[in-house]
Each structure stands twice: as C-alpha cells, then as structure tokens.
C-alpha cells in the first residue's frame, strides 16, 4: 500500500470501515475464549477512569481481595496483569529464575512443553519429564526422583491441561518442591473454578490464570498472585540482578498497584483499564455464585456430558475418571468421520463452535475434539444442545457416505 497516493486508499478505507463490526453471535464449547457472562460484557463500556485517579485505585484494592478470594490465598502480591495467560506464564517463569538455573517442567501435553521452550529461550537449564499415557497423573515419587535428578530452582505443572483435558492431583507437590528447596509454579488457566484449589493450603509458590476460562471475562487480562517465598526472591534480585523483562517485572508491578510504597501508586505502563472492569465484575458474578457452587456446575457438567456422549456411541481420550478435567472434555473422533467437516457443519448449521486439537500434528496422539463448556456454558442446556449438534453432524456424514455406495 503507498500511503502517499491517499486519495483512493482513504476512499477504500472509508467503504470498508463504514459499518460497525458486527461478530454473529455464536456458543463458544471450545476450551476458551468462552462466551462473556452479560454482565461482564456491559461492564467493558463503563466511562473511562485515569489510572491516577483514586477510584482507581479502589478498583484495584478490590481485584486483588477478589483474586484471593478465587485463590484461596492471603498473600500481598496479587495482581491482574495486562496480557493472555501466556504473560503470566512468563512472568512467573523470568522472575523466580536467575541467570544459570535449572527449571522442571511436567509435561502432560502441549502448555508443559511450550513452558520448557519458554525456559529455554529465556536462557534457563530447562529439563522435562513426561508421562507415556494421555493424561495420567505424575506421582509424588516421580517428582521426587525429579527433583532428585536435576535440581531445579524452579517447577512448572499444568493443573488443568487443557491441551488433553485431564487435571493433575496437586496433594503434597508443593511441600516436596520445597524440601527440595525448590519453588512451585501451577498453571490454573482451566481448572481456576472449575476445580478445587487452594495455593496457601496447597503450598504454590505462583499461580496464575486466565480470565476468558471459567470467569467468561475478556481474554487479554490474567491473574497471578506470588507467595512469601517467591517475594524474598523477587525483591532480593532487584537490585543485584534485576529481571531481563521490564514489562514483567513484579517489583516495578507492585509498585504500579500501590505496594512496597506507603500506598503511593508509580506508573509501570498504563494498564488496561475497561479489561479490569471486566475482571472486576466477573469475580463479583463468581462471588454472588460462590466458588463452591460455581465449582459443582462445573464438575456437574463434566458428568453430563461424559454421559451424554458416551450415550451417541463415542469415546473419551482420558480413561481413568479421576483424571478427567471439568470444563473441557476430549472425545475420539471415530474413524469414519472427518473431524474438521464436522466442525464446521456444527458452525455453520448450528452457531454452535467445538474445538480441535492442539496436538493434532503429532502422529503418535490420536485425533480427537476438545468440547469446552466453561463459565457461562457450564450448562446442561447448553451442553445438550451442542451434543444434538454433533449427532446429527455425526449422522450427517454417515449418511452421506452410504449415499456413495
Ligand atoms: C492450561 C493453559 N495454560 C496457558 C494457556 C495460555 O493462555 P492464553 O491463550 O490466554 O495466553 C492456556 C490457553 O488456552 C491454557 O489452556
């Protein structure tokens, strides 16, 4: 495009921008963005406030009692960060770690291995180990040997793995880390209020989530809150050794957020002020639940439509019951049935989206969707409704391959 000739280009710009851009309504049963709760959607068109401006601060006050809430924790360091889920994966990663340590990273599927080639690229002695079956459970005794082997600063887990849709058993992982002097970081993007969690109780050193999951907020905010352990370190290197990421960096974020500072409030970068609307209202709406219940819905949900489409003849990825994560499901795409085809039939005929895989260029996993029912979509209607969907996608291919007889 040659911006000096701007006669015509600014008359194709004008024709294309000449309407408001309308997105068609569609249910999101993918494992996230899910669609926003209605509240949460009105909230992103509140008046804007100044990042200076003391009701401001307020709002943050209340996001940071709200994020304790949803992580059962008391910790001082807790914030929403501007970014997707990935920033604050990174985030947790670059200021734990100093230049030459080691860090673990579990793999169950795809977020395990993409934080060890986060660890990598970040110039961290980055290790592995992975399970050989789909969504089986590392063992206490498997850290350990773990830990034992390559003595990381630092250990990364998927809680919820919603690359596979199975959950990891958090019970006494932390206390080992740190008789390993190690630090643990868990990834709650899916299993944040669609599973049981409790940093303090659980010992986490950070934990971070998503908004656009189980909170049906906006995607491009994330939560994260560190523990003392993980503070000292923090606040320890700011000087000797700061954090290659200014962005990033948690000490200059507490101070944006009024901490370490008698209250006063420094500029970091202007944070996404109408995001934190939205985050702010869809922890309201999770408090007005409960997080208990909004917890139940959720692992009600995973049972019905485990049931559901077991019922129409398919099959789960994840065998055992237990491993099974709540609020995204994997199902086996049968051999008779092109995945993508039916996908789109769903779409197109029905506003309805599921998900593929994110593994699906692995020849050694098998092909499978991923139906995501999250926040506002844990819900039986909901899920029925996309279940009559996908029979008759299903049965609409069968037929159509009979037809070629
Ligand atoms: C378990 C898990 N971790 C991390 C992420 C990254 O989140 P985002 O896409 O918001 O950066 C996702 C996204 O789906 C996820 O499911």
């Given amino acids: 495009m040659n911006l000096m000739k701007s006669e015509p280009d600014h008359r194709l710009m004008i024709k294309t921008f000449q309407e408001d851009f309308m997105p068609h309504e569609k249910l999101l049963m993918i494992p996230g963005p899910t669609n926003l709760n209605p509240n949460v959607l009105q909230s992103l068109s509140k008046p804007l406030l100044s ?12 996001i940071q009692n709200g994020i304790r809430y ?32 080691t860090l673990l990273s579990l793999v169950h599927g795809y977020w395990g291995n993409r934080v060890a080639t986060m660890g990598s690229r970040l110039g961290y002695n980055t290790n592995i180990i992975q399970n050989n079956k789909f969504g089986e459970n590392f063992t206490l005794i498997q850290i350990e040997n773990a830990l034992r082997k390559y003595r990381p600063s630092v250990m990364y887990v998927c809680h919820g793995d919603s690359s596979l849709g199975c959950v990891q058993n958090l019970n006494g992982i932390g206390k080992l880390c740190h008789r390993y002097n190690c630090l643990l970081i868990v990834d709650a993007v899916v299993s944040l209020c669609t599973t049981q969690l409790e ?20 995607p491009g905010i994330s939560l994260i809150s560190f523990s003392d352990k993980a503070v000292q370190i923090i606040k320890s290197r700011s000087n000797m050794c700061p954090i290659s990421s200014f962005y990033m960096d948690i000490n200059l974020v507490a101070k944006a957020w009024g901490l370490d500072n008698n209250n006063v409030h420094t500029y970091h970068y202007t944070p996404a002020i109408n995001l934190l609307y939205g ?22 949900a995973k049972h019905h439509l485990e049931k559901q489409i077991q019922n129409i003849g398919l099959k789960l990825l994840i065998q055992e019951s237990e491993n099974r994560l709540a609020g995204i499901t994997s199902v086996l795409i049968p051999d008779d049935i092109d995945g993508n085809m039916l996908i789109q039939f769903m779409y197109t005929k029905h506003d309805i989206l599921i998900g593929g895989s994110l593994l699906a260029s692995d020849p050694n996993v098998p092909k499978f969707w991923r139906i995501g029912y999250l926040g506002v979509n844990a819900d039986r209607k909901k899920i029925n409704q996309t279940i009559e969907s996908l029979q008759e996608a299903l049965q609409q291919q069968r037929n159509k391959f009979k037809a070629h007889l």
Avoid: W
């Avoid at 940093?199 to 906006?218: H, T």
């Fill in 70 to 101: 949803l992580f059962q924790t008391n910790n001082p360091y807790t914030f929403a960060i501007t970014g997707s889920a990935t920033i604050a994966m990174e985030t947790a990663i670059c200021n734990l770690l100093l230049p030459g340590q």
């Fill in 51 to 62: 990042h200076t401006d003391p009701q401001f601060y307020e709002l943050l006050d209340q």
């Fill in 199 to 218: 940093m303090d109780n659980m010992e986490i050193d950070v934990l971070f989530s998503g908004c656009q999951k189980a909170l049906s907020g906006p």
């Fill in 279 to 300: 985050i702010h209202a869809a922890i309201r709406e999770i408090i007005n639940e409960d997080l208990s219940k909004v917890i139940e819905r959720h692992q009600k």
